[in-house]
């Protein structure tokens, strides 16, 4: 059992920069596959960059060089530093987790609750 809990929304200004962190609880966070998911009004949920528990990442085209994923498993935390924020980036963002070895879109059962980015014009 995996438990995610995010933080480090907030309103900015386009252009601007965020840090968004997720805290896990949980003695297996070592041996999942971690991810950043957003949303946005009337859109699908989409995976925005995952990690593995080595290091490996996937990122979705449209934030590659802009955002960057990371993981500390000594301390259960994940990031997401995200740089040169858009309008477009504006959504709420999920941490979330699975048990696997791929940080792509499938199979992924621990949510955490959630955290508004927004980005302003």
Do not use: H
């Not at 085209?61 to 500390?72: A, E, L, N, Q």
């Not at 740089?83 to 070895?101: E, I, N, Q």
């Amino acid at each position: 059992q995996v438990q995610l809990v995010e933080s480090g929304g907030g309103l900015v200004p386009a252009g601007g920069s965020l840090r968004l962190s997720c805290a896990a609880s949980g003695p297996t966070f070592k041996d999942v596959v971690m991810a950043w998911w957003r949303q946005a009004p009337e859109k699908k949920r989409e995976l925005v960059a995952g990690i593995t528990s080595s290091g490996n990442t996937n990122y979705a085209d449209s934030v590659k060089g802009r955002f960057t994923i990371s993981r500390d498993n000594a301390k259960n935390m994940m990031y997401l530093q995200m740089d040169s924020l858009k309008p477009g980036d504006t959504a709420v963002y999920y941490c979330a987790a699975k048990f696997g070895f791929y940080p792509d879109e499938r199979g992924y059962n621990y949510w955490g609750q959630g955290t508004q980015v927004t980005v302003s014009s």
